[in-house]
């Protein structure tokens, strides 16, 4: 196990895997009273970084080091991540190339581009010997050096540094067939004056000014749907989730 080798404190809480992740959420939650601290479900290919106790996504631990320039490094980034914080990542001048959904759309796409990649819920990768898929913390380690600055520039110091932290909300509502086409179209019909584009697997990605939408058909969860929105305040949030449901009440109608 690598987290000994990389950790203070290492407490294995739960080691029998429950079928849908128990009814619960995959990510795992915060168990450390600790002002910094990771939490890595029983195969490791989730890792949850917590700083106060309050979940550190992805994207802005990515914003946060390229902002101190300790990050230069190609990286991928999945469609769940605000065009605010794609922007101000590339004004620092790191690559990103916005990707897909699920680990293994984003794997792929990270090869392809010989970049670094996580999802945004630091959902990573594995390796496959004799068809048995090894995992391991492939986003703590891939991002091991710039962990070490953390220590040094003052975890207090690295959290606080001011990037766009946008606001998300997420819902479930039940697909139909069709739907990841019909809600492009949808998508496309409802709002000209705002940048609308495929998501690669399935799905659209609607931007607004001041964050974004997605609607697509889940990867793991047969017949449901996932709308995912952002937004720099709470105004803007809710509007991308009311502009998110009128695209999959006009998609049912296609």
């Not at 002002?35 to 490791?44: A, L, R, W």
């Not at 680990?103 to 996580?118: D, F, G, L, S, Y």
């Not at 091991?144 to 932290?165: A, H, M, Q, T, W």
Request: proline share 5%; charged share 30%; glycine share 8%.
């Amino acid at each position: 196990h690598i987290f000994p080798r990389v950790c203070k404190r290492v407490e294995v809480l739960h080691k029998a895997p429950l079928k849908d992740f128990g009814g619960l959420l995959p990510e795992p939650p915060v168990t450390h009273d600790g002002v910094f601290g990771f939490v890595s479900d029983g195969d490791m290919d989730r890792i949850a970084l917590y700083y106060m106790k309050r979940f550190v996504n992805f994207s802005e631990f990515i914003a946060i080091s390229s902002e101190l320039g300790l990050f230069e490094e190609p990286v991928v980034v999945d469609q769940r991540v605000s065009p605010i914080v794609i922007d101000f990542i590339r004004e620092r001048g790191v690559k990103v190339i916005l990707g897909d959904v699920g680990r293994t759309n984003q794997e792929r796409i990270a090869m392809e581009n010989r970049a670094m990649w996580c999802e945004e819920n630091w959902h990573s990768g594995g390796y496959v010997i004799k068809d048995i898929r090894f995992y391991w913390p492939e986003a703590v380690l891939g991002f091991l050096e710039v962990l070490k600055n953390v220590g040094s520039i003052g975890i207090d110091r690295f959290f606080r540094i001011d990037v766009p932290r946008p606001l998300f909300s997420k819902e479930k509502v039940e697909a139909f067939p069709g739907m990841n086409e019909k809600v492009v179209e949808a998508a496309r019909r409802l709002f000209k004056d705002l940048k609308v584009s495929e998501i690669p697997s399935g799905g659209v990605r609607v931007e607004s000014e001041n964050g974004h939408f997605i609607v697509r058909e889940s990867n793991t969860q047969a017949g449901i749907c996932k709308i995912y929105a952002t937004g720099m305040d709470k105004e803007e949030l809710e509007e991308n989730m009311k502009r998110a449901r009128k695209v999959v009440e006009l998609a049912k109608s296609l």
